[in-house]
C-alpha cells in the first residue's frame, strides 16, 4: 500500500478532531480545508544516494529546536503538496541495525500531538541499501 494512503489513514482521526475544533475561527467554513494525508512524495534527489536523509543524514528541519528535541534526529519522508517540503511534512526515525532497516516513531513535525499507528516497518538493509542507490524511489512500504 502507498506510504501517503497509510497516513492518510493514521491522520484521519487526528485531522477530524482538529477541523472540528478550529472550524469555529472560519467566518466561512469552506476557506478552512484539513485533509489528512495531503503530501507528496519527495524527490529522488532529496532521498536517494549520495544524500544520507534515510540513512544515518537525516537533515535539519530548518526549524528553532531544542538540541535534544527527538524531531532533529528524524528522516522527512513526506512533504507538503504546496512544494515546500518545510511546510506540513511528515518524519520517521530510521534505524539501522547490520541485518535490517527499521523506520518507527512516524510524526507530523507541526502536530507532535498527533500519534500514528504505523510500523514499525522492517527492512532488509542490503535490499534497502541496493534500492537508495538504484535511483528509483518507492511509494510503498508494503
Given at each position: ?89 511528515l518524519q520517521v526515525r530510521v534505524t539501522l541495525l547490520p541485518e535490517v532497516v527499521v523506520w518507527s516513531e512516524f510524526g507530523q513535525f ?33
Amino acid at each position: 500500500m502507498p506510504l501517503i494512503e497509510l497516513v492518510r489513514r493514521a491522520e484521519e482521526p487526528w485531522a477530524r478532531a482538529e477541523y472540528l475544533e478550529r472550524l469555529p475561527e472560519f467566518e466561512n467554513p469552506d476557506e478552512f480545508k484539513f485533509e489528512p494525508g495531503d503530501y507528496h512524495y519527495l524527490s529522488a534527489a532529496q532521498l536517494l544516494l549520495p544524500s544520507r536523509e534515510l540513512l544515518d543524514g537525516p537533515r535539519d528541519p530548518g526549524f528553532v529546536l531544542d538540541p535534544d528535541d527527538p524531531r532533529r534526529t528524524k528522516a522527512t519522508v513526506l512533504g507538503c503538496t504546496c512544494g515546500i517540503t518545510q511546510c506540513w511534512f511528515l518524519q520517521v526515525r530510521v534505524t539501522l541495525l547490520p541485518e535490517v532497516v527499521v523506520w518507527s516513531e512516524f510524526g507530523q513535525f507541526h502536530r507532535p500531538h498527533w500519534r500514528y499507528n504505523l510500523g514499525p516497518f522492517t527492512f532488509d538493509r542490503k535490499q534497502y541499501e541496493a534500492q537508495l542507490a538504484s535511483g528509483v524511489a518507492p511509494d510503498s512500504v508494503v
